[in-house]
């Protein structure tokens, strides 16, 4: 498959398809010289052909927006190659690493304690990440951790969404790895205070949205008859 331009012709190898999500195809393939992912976000045939091209430019527009700022805060997420909106595809570099959900229990404590601190950091420019569980995070070579899939952020300066990426985080943890979820939990928050100043208020507004799922589930337990 080929994405044009005025300028270039990108290649993606059709067996380099790495992940087909609802949304978007992620291929692993080369940009000029350099190894690349790109990330398309394809056509849906139910919807109206203009709007449809409106709306994958306009989130493939957001996510570039969000990771772009992202690293000028030195917050390491892939470095972007180009955008090419015509296609809908954001191209970006091609992050060699270790998720951390393949080595979490080996050093959970202080993985832990840096998702905090790189969630944090995004909060604290209003950033919500919106998909925060360890498949999103790796560990590169250097040690460092880079975090990906920017497909549900928002620019959001709202406490309730702050607290929705915190829930996602602890719920993939507990449901993951349990034995582990309350240490990693106060490592995580210990790391998610060195930004957020106001941790205490989204502390507080997790609890809400824990105790909100707790009654749904058991409101979907009981039988009507």
């Known amino acids: 498959m080929e994405i044009g331009s005025s300028r270039y012709t990108l290649e993606i190898i059709k067996d380099k398809l790495i992940k087909k999500g609802a949304e978007a195809e992620i291929w692993q393939g080369r940009w000029f010289d350099l190894q690349a992912i790109f990330k ?9 052909p203009i709007l449809d091209s409106k709306i994958r430019s306009i989130r493939t527009i957001k996510e570039a927006k969000i990771m772009y700022y992202s690293l000028e805060e030195n917050v390491r997420v892939p470095y972007l190659y180009d955008v090419d909106l015509e296609n809908s595809t954001i191209i970006m570099e091609y992050v060699d690493g270790t998720i951390l959900k393949e080595i979490f229990p080996k050093k959970h404590k202080e993985f832990s304690f840096e998702i905090g ?8 420019i209003n950033i ?9 995070f790796i560990m590169l070579n250097d040690g ?4 990906i899939d920017f497909g549900l ?3 959001s300066n709202r ?8 829930h996602l985080f602890l719920r993939n943890i507990e449901s993951s ?7 990693s939990f106060e490592y995580f928050m210990k790391g998610y205070s060195i930004f957020m100043k106001n941790h205490g208020e989204i ?5 809400e949205i824990r105790r909100r799922g707790r009654y749904i589930a058991e409101r979907r337990r009981v039988k009507i008859f």
Not at 128 to 136: A, C, E, K, Q, R
Not at 144 to 147: A, D, L, P, V
Not at 159 to 166: F, H, P, Q, R
Not at 177 to 183: A, D, I, R, T, Y
């Open 153 to 155: 952020s928002e620019f």
């Open 144 to 147: 460092k951790i880079c975090t």
């Open 177 to 183: 790895f349990s034995s582990l979820s309350k240490e």
């Open 117 to 124: 601190r790189i969630l944090s950091k995004l909060h604290s």
């Open 40 to 48: 398309v976000r394809v056509p849906k045939l139910w919807r109206h």
């Open 159 to 166: 406490v309730e969404d702050k607290g929705i990426d915190i």
């Open 128 to 136: 919500v990440h919106g998909d925060v569980t360890l498949s999103n």
């Open 203 to 207: 502390l507080n507004k997790l609890k």
